[in-house]
């Protein structure tokens, strides 16, 4: 039993549960990629896509048939027949031959397991061998209690105690089909989450905090008003950085601290030469053309220039 409320959550340890039913594989991938936290949990899930072809008139009413003269009409049947029948505790193991193949297979796994480690490669991360002995289990009980069922048996029995090979050969054919399931699945999410990955931000260089600084709109330029205006990328630049950039471009303006009120601490202005005299002296090496930087200058000044700095800007002959 589970249970779950805003104040508690109680979930009983090795809780299987199925989701059955669904044909919206993409979204589930996704929800799937969202939840991996690195920790195992997709290696825990067994994922089923049976290939569920669209059946032709003919074949759709020949299973109908098929169905209606069947004597199981009903799977809750097979449930409680399994359930009644497990009342008291029940055990199962594999015959001597059953386990003669299990443990060829562990030996296979191991030393597919200890050869990558010994080569450095990445080791496979699976459940395989304890799904294939809970799969062989669930098939043996299945298989037994379904035929006794559609042989028109009352009262099935319980099956035979010893697992047969033949059972073990299917449930290892079929965990290697849901394995391979799951594989698909994971190469999805590992789409999903390369493209979806933010691509790695690089930290700004000089050149484009210089560049950024001679296009910001107007001829007054701000630590405040260049983050409000100046490109995304270069949002993270610090007051200290923008400062020590201003003071190297005297060539296209000067760089003016004023006090403004209610602040403790100076503003630092860069104040753009007119565009006009440029022309002809452009430097070379610039890290933006002249009509960049005369396009830009034109501009109105961004709202983060206050009316208090451009008042104070005005007095000290800006």
């Not at 290939?51 to 048939?65: F, G, K, M, Q, Y």
């Not at 048996?153 to 033949?166: H, Y």
């Not at 484009?208 to 983050?227: D, H, N």
Request: proline share 7%.
């Amino acid at each position: 039993m589970t249970l779950a409320t805003t104040e508690q959550r109680e979930i009983l340890d090795n809780l299987p549960f199925s989701i059955l039913g669904t044909t919206q594989m993409l979204p589930m991938v996704k929800l799937l990629a969202a939840m991996d936290m690195g920790q195992g949990l997709l290696d825990r899930f067994i994922l089923l896509a049976p290939v569920c072809l669209r059946p032709s008139p003919e074949e759709t009413n020949a299973a109908i048939d098929t169905l209606s003269d069947m004597t199981l009409k009903d799977i809750s049947k097979v449930l409680e027949t399994i359930f009644d029948n497990h009342l008291n505790k029940k055990e199962y193991q594999f015959s001597d031959e059953t386990k003669g193949l299990y443990n060829e297979l562990t030996k296979a796994f191991i030393d597919e397991l200890n050869e990558a480690l010994m080569t450095g490669n990445v080791p496979p991360k699976s459940k395989k061998m304890d799904i294939i002995s809970r799969m062989a289990l669930v098939l043996h009980v299945l298989d037994h209690t379904v035929l006794e069922l559609l042989t028109g048996t009352e009262n099935p029995s319980c099956p035979p105690a010893e697992i047969s090979p033949e059972t073990f050969n299917r449930a290892v054919a079929f965990t290697e089909y849901i394995e391979s399931q799951r594989c698909i699945m994971m190469n999805v999410i590992d789409e999903i989450v390369v493209t979806t990955m933010d691509s790695e931000c690089q930290q700004p260089t000089a050149e484009q905090i210089k560049a950024a600084i001679l296009q910001s709109p107007g001829p007054y330029c701000t630590a405040r008003s260049f983050k409000q205006v100046g490109p995304k990328r270069l949002r993270s630049v610090t007051t200290a950085e923008f400062k020590s950039t201003i003071q190297t471009l005297a060539a296209f303006g000067n760089m003016v601290e004023i006090r403004v009120p209610r602040s403790a601490n100076k503003v630092s202005v860069f104040c753009k030469k007119n565009p006009q005299p440029l022309r002809d002296t452009w430097p070379e090496g610039t890290p933006c053309t002249f009509d960049q930087y005369n396009e830009a200058y034109q501009k109105p000044s961004p709202a983060a220039l206050t009316e208090n700095i451009r008042n104070r800007l005005t007095e000290e002959g800006f």
